[in-house]
């Protein structure tokens, strides 16, 4: 297995431009979201899915948006990019919540986003 | 509302040494609790959970936590520390809705002196 993968690793943009953050992963997990990292800040939940066709808002969802056509992969979209989204940003997935427990969310390597 | 705390910014321990990193809760009801380890450049790595049972939990590369109820605490330990243990550790408390959300303090910066 893979595992999580992102792309793309590093992105610069210009103030006002989009873009889409990719996020895949192959262990057919249900649960994934997406945190962005800031120094000092920990991680912050930006949005989440509890499976296919099913999204929701984290603690920071303004100027992001999501999708969730397949169980595999979930996008985030940067609508219009500010300064203010520079960061690093994190996707994570976890195990069905159908089989019980309470499992840990495995994460991708991140992807570096400056916005200039 | 769910959250955690981790007090301190970074800690420094020389290698051989135990290296604690501290991490006190804020739930209603009984806390689901997580560590992440982070290395530089690098995604989170699962380190340890507490569900419940024993108050002393075991997890990877030799690292263990303590679960306190009376403390509200949930304390990352290591016996002997590494220098390659240096790296950002966080905290998590998973919210309690099902839908496995988690809540993560702001992270720990552990460097090991050789």
């Known amino acids: 297995n893979a595992g999580v993968t992102q792309t793309p690793k590093f992105q610069v943009l210009k103030t006002g431009q989009s873009m889409t953050l990719q996020c895949a992963q192959d262990?057919?997990?249900?649960?994934m979201s997406w945190y962005r990292q800031d120094p000092g800040m920990g991680l912050r939940l930006i949005h989440y899915s509890v499976g296919a066709g099913i999204t929701d808002q984290g603690e920071v969802p303004n100027g992001y948006n999501v999708s969730r056509s397949t169980t595999e992969d979930f996008p985030l979209r940067l609508l219009s990019a500010a300064p203010s989204q520079t960061s690093v940003y994190f996707c994570?997935?976890?195990?069905?919540?159908?089989?019980?427990?309470?499992?840990?969310?495995?994460f991708g390597p991140g992807t570096r986003l400056t916005v200039l | 509302a769910q959250s955690v705390a981790q007090p301190e910014d970074q800690v420094n321990v020389a290698e051989g040494n135990p290296l604690t990193v501290k991490c006190t809760y804020s739930?209603?009801?009984?806390?689901?609790l997580f560590w992440y380890v982070q290395y530089p450049n690098r995604g989170l790595q699962f380190l340890l959970k507490y569900i419940t049972g024993d108050n002393l939990v075991k997890g990877s590369y030799g690292f263990e936590a303590e679960f306190n109820k009376s403390q509200t605490s949930f304390h990352l330990k290591k016996p002997s520390a590494l220098v390659s243990d240096s790296a950002l550790y966080f905290c998590?408390?998973?919210?309690?809705?099902?839908?496995?959300?988690?809540?993560f303090g702001k992270g720990n910066q552990v460097v090991v002196i050789p």
């Open positions: 262990m057919n997990h249900e649960y």
């Open positions: 998590a408390v998973r919210f309690r809705e099902g839908n496995n959300r988690l809540a």
């Open positions: 739930v209603s009801g009984n806390p689901y």
């Open positions: 994570a997935s976890s195990p069905p919540l159908w089989t019980g427990g309470v499992n840990e969310q495995f």
